[in-house]
């Protein structure tokens, strides 16, 4: 359409430019126009020597040779007076209206003309784009690009053993010819997105030091069907010429999608075109030919059966976020390259980000080294760590909102009766910080790190962390006997933590050990769903989902009241200072009690009982 638009363009652009030359040649060119009367005083002194008639014009010629036109009222007339003087007479057909004609006719042959080339012209770009799409992004890395190793890769040392043997297959594929072993045609990796999918593949090509053919899903899905498949033959192509080398794909999920239930039955769209075409070309290449086919995804659950079977991908790679000892090891990747101060211990911090990824804990060095920056340091310390693992979990903080007093004090109780309870429970995580400064969407916040990396949760564990979680509440209850919505987090929190215990884990002696929820999301998390179930079984799940959430809270309120005394003195310590280290809350669960009357604080008479005897071995211990 754009080429039709600009040749149409250019076409009235030349009409008016050439109809304005002609227009002006013609004014330059015609002949003087005189009235009629003084025609008839050049006829009555006989100075007239020739006569032209166009219909009711006459063109003049004088004895001299000058010309001009008149229009004549009585043509017949005036011609029996030019006989009568011997004047030349000639006749001439006005043609004006045949030459317009002949002109518009012409115009539009031209116009028409102009159309056919043009949409022939846009449909020969068309089928080139088509041709030599695939071949325009067959481009090899950079070579003053830095080359990434396996140095650079820290924290999932599995999978670098995994992808070794990768490594020494490109660079000595003899070796395994000899044997008659065959090097796997296809590797996925496969796990959370930030964990080093990437990284690793650029790793693998940088330490066997061959081309690294890099593509995203994306990439083969345009607007012209057939583009993928063509592109991915020309891939295949390009690399056989280039042996050994490595394809990867990264987001293989945006075209190896299942082809079950599809939006077409025939499977003849553009991505099960696309699809097709790396199957068959996965299955064309032989062992000799050294190509490693790498790729990511964090959906491996939505690709087609036929892409990880043996023979395409052979190995699944999962990459995970990495344990304590591989934070540890990231972290002091990327820390080699800030000024770091001598004081700041790597383990620590570790146990300050579990559950970080790769990409995040790489984004805690670079925002810790932002702050000392824009704090004027010179190096980094332990608390631009701190502030950092603080703006990335909960935002940034909110020193410009207005907090009435009334409400600090409900803060400041809410997030004390959460570290009360944590201290006093056994299965309990220990408290890193209290804080009541407002940061992102959270006006407080109490934090635990564990002591050691956790793989499993005990059903203890587990009741431990709803408890904690209705702490808050129970604290606001106790002391100002009322409800706000400051819970609201932490009771959507415990409620999914006991709804899997219920539904996911078998930890209800009630339901047994079955799972009556899955989740359909991989490594995405979020979405999960109930399977079918009779209307009892439902009542009953939603009966003891109720019962444990009811029974941590009872429990949290007992720890409460037994403890009034500390949760006044945390609270009111905090009002004044805003955030408390691990260090400074355990001085304050030191205090004695001579210093508790003294500071006007008095023990309760009720003791703390817990009603979930009959749920899990938690509560027994509790009992205990």
């Not at 020193?399 to 007093?405: A, F, H, L, N, T």
Request: glycine share 6%.
């Amino acid at each position: 359409m754009a080429i039709l638009i600009r040749n149409l363009f250019i076409f009235f652009l030349f009409t008016i430019v050439l109809g304005g030359s002609y227009g002006l040649w013609i004014i330059e060119h015609r002949l003087r126009h005189v009235s009629y009367s003084e025609f008839r005083y050049c006829l009555h002194n006989h100075e007239l020597a020739s006569t032209t008639f166009i219909g009711n014009k006459v063109i003049a010629t004088h004895k001299a040779g000058d010309s001009y036109e008149t229009s004549v009222p009585n043509p017949e007339k005036l011609i029996s007076e030019l006989q009568d003087k011997n004047i030349k007479i000639q006749f001439k057909k006005d043609r004006s209206d045949q030459i317009f004609q002949a002109f518009a006719l012409i115009y539009i042959i031209l116009l028409l003309l102009t159309v056919i080339i043009s949409l022939s012209k846009k449909r020969k770009l068309e089928e080139e784009e088509k041709s030599k799409f695939a071949s325009d992004k067959l481009i090899l890395p950079d070579s003053e690009q830095k080359t990434v190793t396996f140095a650079d890769v820290a924290g999932i040392p599995e999978a670098l053993e995994e992808l070794q043997e990768v490594v020494n297959f490109l660079k000595n594929p003899d070796q395994y010819k000899q044997i008659g072993a065959v090097s796997p045609k296809g590797i996925l990796l496969q796990g959370p997105p930030g964990t080093g999918k990437t990284l690793l593949a650029r790793a693998i090509a940088g330490e066997a030091a061959v081309p690294f053919y890099s593509f995203s899903g994306s990439d083969f899905v345009e607007m012209f069907v057939g583009v993928g498949a063509s592109r991915v033959r020309d891939i295949f192509k390009e690399a056989k010429t280039n042996a050994p080398c490595i394809i990867f794909i990264d987001e293989i999920d945006a075209v190896g999608g299942s082809r079950a239930g599809g939006s077409t039955a025939s499977g003849q769209d553009e991505r099960s075109q696309t699809l097709n075409a790396l199957l068959v070309e996965m299955d064309g290449f032989s062992s000799s030919d050294t190509i490693v086919v790498l790729a990511a995804t964090n959906r491996p659950d939505i690709l087609d059966s036929a892409l990880r079977r043996p023979g395409r991908f052979d190995r699944q790679v999962t990459i995970l976020p990495p344990d304590l000892k591989g934070r540890e090891r990231i972290l002091a990747v990327h820390s080699a390259k800030i000024a770091l101060s001598p004081d700041v211990d790597l383990d620590k911090v570790a146990h300050m980000v579990p559950g970080f990824t790769g990409a995040e804990i790489a984004n805690l060095v670079n925002e810790a080294a932002l702050m000392a920056a824009r704090n004027g340091k010179q190096i980094v310390e332990v608390v631009d760590f701190e502030h950092a693992r603080d703006r990335i979990m909960m935002g940034v903080e909110r020193k410009g909102m207005i907090i009435s007093e009334h409400d600090r004090k409900i803060l400041a109780y809410h997030e004390a009766g959460h570290a009360i309870v944590a201290k006093y429970l056994p299965d309990a995580d220990p408290i890193h910080k209290i804080t009541i400064i407002p940061r992102g969407q959270a006006l407080g916040q109490t934090q635990q790190i564990s002591v050691n990396e956790r793989t499993s949760y005990s059903c203890g564990y587990l009741a431990s962390r709803i408890t904690i979680l209705m702490g808050g509440r129970a604290a606001e209850q106790i002391a100002f006997y009322q409800k706000t919505t400051g819970a609201q987090a932490d009771i959507a929190q415990a409620t999914e933590i006991a709804t899997n215990m219920v539904c996911k884990w078998g930890m209800s002696e009630v339901i047994g050990p079955q799972a009556v929820v899955l989740d359909d999301s991989g490594f995405l998390g979020g979405s999960s769903h109930r399977l079918e179930m009779s209307n009892k079984t439902a009542e009953l799940i939603d009966q003891e989902i109720k019962n444990l959430l009811e029974h941590c809270s009872e429990e949290a309120s007992c720890i409460i009241k037994e403890n009034f005394y500390l949760l006044k003195l945390l609270a009111d310590i905090l009002l004044e200072v805003e955030t408390l280290d691990d260090e400074d809350f355990q001085i304050i669960m030191e205090c004695q009690p001579t210093e508790r009357i003294a500071a006007g604080i008095h023990e309760t008479d009720q003791c703390r009982t817990c009603p979930a005897a009959n749920f899990c071995v938690h509560s027994k211990k509790v009992q205990e």
